[in-house]
Each structure stands twice: as structure tokens, then as C-alpha cells.
């Protein structure tokens, strides 16, 4: 569930839609590749990417998608030498990423003692999502993986309500809620359900967002400093990546520090 940039075709710099943002300097329509990619599917300014206006390209992750979709849908084909496979491939990425998304979830909750009495259900559906990957393009494509996700989440709702029930006390319940520039500074977080709530440029410095459910927060801009974040139930490396953290914000061990921080 971890991009290997180098068993894949650069298909996030062709497949995706870029618009002019503080995340990217230029347009780009999808399937029309980045000015910047390389014939050997490597950026030419992977190193000054945030400095040259692409900090959206530092936030992204597939989740391993774009060498699935490179090496087994796809069955190591390039689109440059194939260009008969390019429209299937692109239309792929988009639909792979939410299965390894839901696959990095799956697993997560897998670790999670407290929801162990759903661990039955969440392995035989983490051997559902897993066989969906293994599938050729035309059953991807044809796949409706919005009923997927909301199928895994009801597992996943379980599976954190188990997990938040170990904070003691009333958890706050700021699932979707507009928390934009919000001053969550020291905020006791412990257990809060935060599911898609827009953290954009919140200030959480020194927040407690243990065992907190963050599946699918805003975190864009979101200042981190010294936040605990060990715990925080079905985090990403994308929203980690979006936020801005320093020496002192805590992160899981599966999580990698960003350059950038």
C-alpha cells in the first residue's frame, strides 16, 4: 500500500487533472502528460517540486495503486509502447487508488485490538478488495466501487466506535463539521469522530488526537506542530503529507515524516 514510483509508468503525472491552485502552477487535463515527466516515467524536478508551485504532486499517494495498474492489470505494458492500453489505464488509477485506500484501512483496523470481534468480517472482506485488484481492466472499469466502499465502511464505522469506546468520557462528534482556520490549539481530541470534517488551515498545534477517527479529514494546511497523532484511527500519509507538522508532532510508526515538515 506504499508507491513504488519506480515499478510504475508515471501514471498519476498523466491520468490526474491538475488546475491552476496553491497546489499546482499550471492546468492539465487528464491523460495529457505533466510537462515535467520524463520518457523513463521519472519527474525532472522531483527535488523542487513545492518550490516550483506543484505542492500538490508532495501530497498525493496512490497507495501502491500505480504499480498495480502497471505491472498486473496491466501486466508490465508501458502506454508509451502500447498506446492501445493508455485510455483503460488512466481510467484504472482513479479506481485502484480507492481499493488500496480501503486496503490500507482494512489492514489498519486488522491491528486494532479493541474491534476484534469484527476481525472475522474485516478479513474476509480485506480477501474481497484484494481479489478486485487482481481483476483485468474491463471488470475494474466495470466495477462499482462506490458499493464497495460503503460496504467497508460499515465495517470500519464498527471497527472505530470499538476503538474510541477505550477513550473514557464523552467524545466530541465532529463528524463532516466545517472546521476551516478553526483554533483547536491543546484541543483534547482523545476519541473525537472527526470523519470528513474540513481541518483546513486549522490550528492544532499541540492537540491530543489519540485514537481519534480521521478517515477522510481535510487536512490541507492544517498546522500539526507538536500534535500526538500515535493512534489517530485510519490516518493517511496523504493527510499527513497536506498538513504542516514539525520535529515535535507525533505520528504512528506506519507513517513516514514528510520532507517538508
Known sequence: MRADCENCFGLCCVALTFSVSADFPVDKAAGEPCRHLGTDSRCGIHRGLRQQGFRGCTVYDCFGAGQQVSQVTFGGRDWRGAPDTAGQMFAALPVM??????LWYLNEALTLEPARAVHGEIRLALDRTEALTRTGPEALLELDVAAHRADVNTLLLRTSASVRAQVPGRKKNRRGADLFGARL??????GADLRGAYLIAADLRGADLRLADVIGADFR???????????SIFLTQTQVNAAHGDAGTLLSASLVRPAHW
Do not use: F, P
Open 185 to 190: 490549539r491543546d484541543a483534547d481530541l482523545r
Open 97 to 102: 487508488r480507492q481499493l488500496h485506500e480501503l
Open 221 to 231: 494546511d492544517a498546522d500539526v506542530r507538536g500534535a500526538d497523532l500515535t493512534g
